[in-house]
């Protein structure tokens, strides 16, 4: 297209963009984000004493889920197979912030940029939901694609 928007068709109707006459490459994506919360929340996680469980696994598990399920949540998302997810985090107890980072890849014709994406978001309001009981002050921020590597675009890089 002439505006760069691949999205779009030539009478400006939205459409999914044809990957058909791509090559298959190995891609993977990873994104970041945090969430900030009170003292009491940040005990909770750690001591894993949230009346809900385990919050980190339990986010860790819903951001994995999101990854798969990313096409259902995003019109325009080629729906993937995924060859590999990974959620971790860094806490940060003395700032009382969690850092989820969520990493995709896959062996396709498009990237798994939205996926990462999803998957971290996903990740870090299942913390929000898990603790908001304690406190429903907690500010979920900073998301972004960190890095993603593979296809016809190559490598990039965020260097924030």
């Known amino acids: 297209m002439e505006n760069g928007l691949t999205h779009f068709d030539q009478a400006g109707n939205a459409v999914m963009v044809d990957v058909s006459g ?3 490459t190995h891609r993977t994506a990873v994104a970041r984000g945090k969430i900030k919360v009170n ?4 005990d909770a996680i750690v001591r894993g004493t949230a009346k809900k469980g385990d919050v980190l696994g ?10 798969k399920r990313t096409p259902e949540l995003i ?5 993937l197979l995924i060859t590999k997810c990974a959620v971790d985090f860094e806490v940060d107890e003395e700032n009382c912030e969690v850092t989820a980072i969520c990493t995709a890849q896959v ?3 498009t990237g798994v940029e939205m996926e990462a994406l999803t998957g971290v978001s996903v ?8 603790c908001k009981a304690i406190d429903k002050r907690m500010e979920i921020s900073d998301i972004h694609l ?3 590597t593979g296809g016809k ?8």
């Open 39 to 42: 003292r009491p929340v940040m």
């Open 75 to 79: 019109p325009m998302c080629h729906t």
């Open 107 to 109: 062996d396709g014709k």
């Open 153 to 160: 675009s190559g490598d990039f890089y965020n260097r924030r």
């Open 58 to 67: 339990v986010a860790r598990v819903a951001g994995i889920m999101a990854v």
């Open 146 to 148: 960190e890095s993603k």
């Open 123 to 130: 990740t870090l309001l299942t913390i929000y939901d898990m």
């Open 22 to 24: 791509k090559n298959v």
